[in-house]
């Protein structure tokens, strides 16, 4: 008998548990986190310091001044430098 839960125990411990709750759907990777990941994360781990200059300004101003920030930060796409704008909006904007 101690054998046999001791070997349950044993398989037990080997078997991957889920890290998710039942039902939970895993997050999708936002386009413009990824973007950020890959154009400015390497010198900005994050964008709270840089976005201090931004946060500010009235959204349209913002935007064109991080637009015209990413040309010359490693965002030379268009639709990159867009995302990682619409990202840092919903995400490190107070609002």
């Known amino acids: 008998m101690r054998a046999a839960v001791v070997a349950l125990l044993a398989v037990s411990m080997l078997t991957p ?56 930060h490693s965002a030379e796409d268009d639709a990159k430098r867009a995302a990682i704008i619409a990202w840092l909006e919903t995400n490190h904007v107070r609002r």
């Open 17 to 72: 548990v889920p890290t998710r709750a039942m039902g939970q759907q895993p997050r999708a990777t936002d386009l413009g986190e990824t973007a950020y990941q890959e154009a400015c994360a390497s010198c900005h781990r994050t964008p709270a310091r840089f976005m201090r200059r931004f946060v500010d300004l009235p959204q349209a101003d913002r935007q064109a001044a991080l637009d015209d920030f990413l040309k010359t």
